[in-house]
């Protein structure tokens, strides 16, 4: 991707549901992360099943004072075309078991071949800090009470900036990374790569359809009145990804999370045989399913009772809590 993944989708984190960070003018331009100035002060959390970890540094900023940055180094995905040429040009190959059939070794690659998927949170504040630390998850079940209560309150008393949103549908950003467009301003949307896909294989097809019509903020908005909106996404969306990629419908999981990172209504779409973060039960829902349960009942999401996982620092859980509701 021409831009660097921090600059672009991390500014969900940076200006939405994570807090603000530093201005505009303080972050560094594209491709300007100084990593080899990187001071590593904790190792945040690791994934074995992700090839993943998340760590917490320190760089010296513009104006001299430390700032502190989350960076995640991710091994990424094997490419086919390229299996040929890993198995040539290794640097080394080096026993390390031998048992009967049985063998392991260690291979060691060129670094053209060695790439590892970096991710930037520059400047980070303490909430990207705790969002990024390995941290006891709790289930919610919140009815539709709960959600007029607790949630929604909670929800309209936080400066959730999505301006990074609005710049991609007035196309002041990301313009070349969208793939489909329909400009419809009350049932159209935008369909882009998400920053967790690298675009170089399809095992991990990510991308994100987001609508044009502002005020949607989650499933809890959702009506039958949006059901043109939904069958668009779910049609237009696969039919371009299809020309695209060359992944039918029926390979593709589409589906939408509660709760969602930053409340503007987007749609996921990812290859069915990637296990994608987020979809879990406890937090991605069928877009077809939800098309159903409108089309059973208008009211569905404003009534039925959702269920989703909070993190232990997560103020919303505080919320909850003190309404005896976890």
Request: with cysteine; aromatic share 10%; glycine share 4%.
């Amino acid at each position: 991707m021409a831009e660097s993944p921090a600059i672009k989708r991390k500014r969900e984190e940076k200006e939405g549901k994570n807090g603000s960070a530093a201005s505009q003018n303080e972050r560094p331009a594209a491709g300007d992360f100084p990593l080899a100035e990187l001071s590593v002060l904790k190792v945040l959390r690791e994934s074995a099943r992700e090839k993943a970890i998340f760590l917490h540094g320190r760089v010296n900023s513009a104006s001299g004072d430390e700032t502190d940055a989350v960076v995640i180094l991710e091994k990424i995905p094997f490419q086919e075309e390229n299996i040929a040429e890993l198995l040539k040009k290794h640097t080394a190959f080096q026993l390390q078991m031998s048992n009967d059939i049985y063998s392991t070794y260690r291979l060691f690659l060129p670094p053209e071949l060695n790439e590892i998927k970096t991710t930037v949170v520059y400047p980070a504040t303490e909430k990207h800090l705790q969002k990024y630390l390995c941290q006891a998850v709790y289930l919610i079940q919140e009815t539709g009470e709960d959600y007029k209560n607790i949630t929604l309150p909670f929800i309209e008393s936080q400066s959730f900036s999505i301006q990074w949103v609005y710049n991609i549908l007035e196309k002041k950003a990301e313009v070349d990374r969208i793939i489909y467009e329909n400009p419809d301003p009350i049932n159209g949307f935008v369909l882009l790569p998400d920053f967790k896909w690298n675009q170089k294989q399809l095992d991990d097809l990510y991308l994100i359809a987001i609508c044009h019509r502002r005020g949607i903020r989650s499933l809890r908005d959702l009506t039958a009145e949006h059901l043109t909106l939904l069958k668009n996404i779910l049609q237009e969306g696969g039919e371009a990804i299809q020309k695209r990629f060359g992944l039918a419908k029926t390979q593709l999981r589409v589906y939408l999370h509660y709760q969602p990172s930053y409340f503007h209504l987007h749609v996921h779409f990812t290859a069915l045989s990637y296990d994608a973060p987020g979809c879990s039960v406890e937090r991605a829902h069928l877009l077809s399913d939800v098309m159903f349960n409108l089309e059973l009942d208008s009211q569905y999401y404003q009534k039925c009772t959702l269920t989703f996982a909070l993190r232990a620092d997560e103020p919303l859980l505080k919320e909850f809590q003190e309404a005896g509701k976890a």
